[in-house]
């Protein structure tokens, strides 16, 4: 295989998580005293950090507000909300038939706080799938490229042997910022044309072409 690390988004690219996001986000702005997010405008920052996400769907908002929303977002996410989340199909079986491959490297780049990824890596076992991770709350949030180049460094991979892995346009912007390969998956929560803006390598309608794709 032509890439010795595979770097993956997490929610939108591994997890369907979407409908708790949104739902959750729009609860913190309610409690927040912001009042109604849209959910397009939710959908659009899925993949930043939550402080950049906040400042891109509240445009002015105070200091204090923002830090309430931020709390209560939290909230909701972890205690409040039972929205189901699962991987997309496919996902279990693809990163298994990846892990197979003893020289492999495979990564997580996310929005999501190193908090946040911890839990879930616990909930469902996933974090022994990876080799390293990276998450908005230890390093710059997408699209700045500071995660992808600190994973590179860690695990010792030169971008042309590195691909990244997103549904948003902040994934392939990253990317695109180092010159890395990207890979496009449609099924997530940017819409097809605004990812082919990004020029990626390969645009995948479901996890299985990309793991496919991969093994050509």
């Not at 988004?9 to 708790?20: F, I, N, P």
């Not at 990564?107 to 996933?126: E, H, I, M, P, Y």
């Not at 940017?190 to 390969?202: D, K, V």
Request: hydrophobic share 45%.
């Amino acid at each position: 295989m032509r890439y010795r690390l595979i770097i993956f988004d997490w929610d939108g690219t591994l997890m369907d998580s979407e409908s708790r996001i949104v739902g959750c986000m729009q609860a913190a702005a309610r409690d927040a005293g912001w009042g109604e997010l849209p959910a397009e405008s939710v959908r659009d920052i899925i993949g930043l950090g939550l402080p950049e996400a906040i400042a891109r769907m509240c445009p002015g908002i105070a200091p204090e507000q923002a830090e309430r929303l931020r709390e209560r977002y939290t909230h909701h996410f972890v205690a409040a909300d039972h929205t189901p989340m699962a991987f997309f199909p496919g996902v279990e079986e693809g990163i298994a038939r990846l892990r197979g491959r003893s020289e492999q490297r495979l990564a997580v780049a996310t929005g999501k706080s190193r908090r946040g990824l911890n839990r879930v890596f616990a909930a469902n076992g996933s974090g022994a799938w990876f080799h390293a991770s990276r998450t908005a709350d230890e390093t710059r949030s997408k699209p700045h490229p500071l995660m992808l180049e600190e994973l590179l460094e860690e695990l010792a991979v030169p971008v042309e042997e590195a691909l990244m892995v997103g549904d948003t346009e902040y994934d392939l912007e990253m990317a695109r910022a180092l010159d890395m390969d990207r890979v496009a998956v449609t099924y997530g929560v940017h819409a097809p044309e605004r990812l082919a803006a990004s020029r990626p390598t390969f645009v995948a309608e479901r996890f299985e072409a990309l793991i496919d794709w991969l093994h050509q």
